[in-house]
């Protein structure tokens, strides 16, 4: 049964701007953009729509993307990404002047509303706890998350200390602002004039109208040629029902990094929670020197299926010894050879990573019960994450762990109460 959104009144910005992307060729059928409460802009049916149907074309002449931006701009900066230099153009304020989107920006989200749902706004107090962890991870976000969250920092930096340089009359702010803009709204994009980038991540650009989707696990499909972007719809929508569209294959960490939102429990099938610290604090310097010759030393992650393939070799170098963690590499091992493995295995991951990682999870949901000032969002959407990564470690516990095994899980005991 479909479920229909309370959508709010648009305000006159808001018609100016379906107008607005009207005269830039985007063409839509029976959608509109609608408010919902809590949750921003999305995309709802107008009236009945059916599987197949045409929801909205995209010229390519409507995009802001690297191909947006004069070539004397762009030769101002080196060393920087796409990102960072659609930031630049849009902070300076040139874009406002040769692209008139001025009625555009008015359905970005504020400066205010990314500090509410952006980690990388967020203050250090909440991502960075004053006491670390053994594996120097913070305490008060999700393990991915803080490594994301890193990688993202440093990128903006990176970005930042070009932009600062070429284009001395934006503020950082600003400069921010826009940045987390091309982030959060931005669709894959290949310049078909454009010499192809190195990185997927520099492949992109800003899509009117199409950026007011949300994300779900699925949603209308999207196609791109050489004429521009098309939506279409996946199934029948009742009018008022709203149309998603999938970002991709996304974790909530990533979601909640990159976005600033998380999916509700159950509801995000590619959910789960990397492990990399937890595992590679058990392994010794000859363990971890066998997995990279062997071509499984990292990304190891954890979901409700278990913890995952390569997780399961790392574990075994610390339950078998050398000939035998081969054989089992190999997948030659016999069946009884087998059932002995996956008991001294199960005993290791179960003391070693679930049970450890439900002690962090403790340790998290205890700092984010302090009182921060006007973080209560924040806090908020932190402690929904980390009961959701304590459901994955008691969904592993009782379907993918042996009883004997278990039984000794300190976590299995609270979390079954």
Not at 187 to 207: G, T, V
Not at 295 to 308: M, R
Request: glycine content about 6%.
């Amino acid at each position: 049964m479909p479920t229909l959104t309370n959508s709010l009144s648009l305000g006159p910005e808001h018609h100016l701007f379906t107008l607005w992307a009207k005269e830039q060729g985007v063409q839509f059928g029976n959608v509109r953009p609608a408010k919902l409460p809590g949750r921003g802009l999305g995309i709802i049916a107008d009236q009945h729509i059916k599987g197949g149907e045409h929801l909205i074309s995209v010229p390519v002449s409507a995009l802001f993307s690297i191909e947006s931006i004069p070539r004397g701009f762009r030769s101002l900066h080196t060393g920087i990404s796409v990102q960072g230099i659609l930031a630049s153009f849009l902070a300076s304020g040139f874009a406002d002047h040769h692209h008139d989107i001025l009625v555009w920006r008015e359905m970005w989200p504020s400066m205010n509303e990314f500090r509410q749902t952006m980690p990388l706004l967020w203050p250090r107090i909440l991502t960075h706890s004053s006491t670390r962890d053994s594996d120097g991870l913070p305490a008060a976000i999700g393990i991915e998350s803080s490594r994301l969250l890193d990688k993202q920092s440093r990128k903006l930096r990176k970005d930042w200390d070009v932009v600062k340089k070429v284009v001395p009359n934006v503020d950082y702010d600003k400069y921010v602002y826009n940045w987390l803009v091309v982030n959060t709204r931005s669709f894959y994009y290949e310049p078909p004039n454009e010499r192809k980038p190195k990185s997927r991540d520099d492949c992109m650009a800003l899509c009117p109208l199409a950026d007011c989707f949300n994300h779900a696990d699925e949603g209308a499909s999207v196609a791109f040629d050489e004429n521009g972007f098309i939506f279409t719809s996946d199934r029948d929508y009742a009018a008022g029902e709203e149309i998603f569209i999938s970002y991709g294959s996304h974790s909530n960490d990533v979601l909640l990094t990159e976005y600033g939102f998380i999916l509700e429990t159950g509801t995000n099938r590619w959910d789960s929670a990397r492990i990399d610290s937890i595992v590679e604090s058990l392994l010794d310097s000859t363990s971890k020197a066998k997995l990279r010759a062997f071509g499984y030393f990292g990304n190891y992650n954890l979901d409700e299926n278990g913890v995952c393939y390569r997780t399961q070799i790392a574990i075994r170098t610390q339950t078998l010894n050398e000939l035998e963690w081969e054989t089992a590499v190999k997948g030659q091992e016999t069946s009884i050879d087998q059932r002995k493995d996956i008991m001294a295995a199960d005993a290791l991951i179960v003391t070693g990573i679930l049970d450890n990682y439900y002690s962090k999870s403790n340790q998290a949901m205890s700092y984010l019960n302090q009182d921060f000032d006007n973080l209560d969002s924040a806090t908020a959407t932190l402690q929904k994450r980390w009961s959701q990564i304590r459901l994955i470690i008691k969904k592993t516990l009782a379907t993918h762990i042996e009883p004997q095994a278990r039984s000794i899980s300190t976590a299995w005991k609270d979390l079954s109460r």
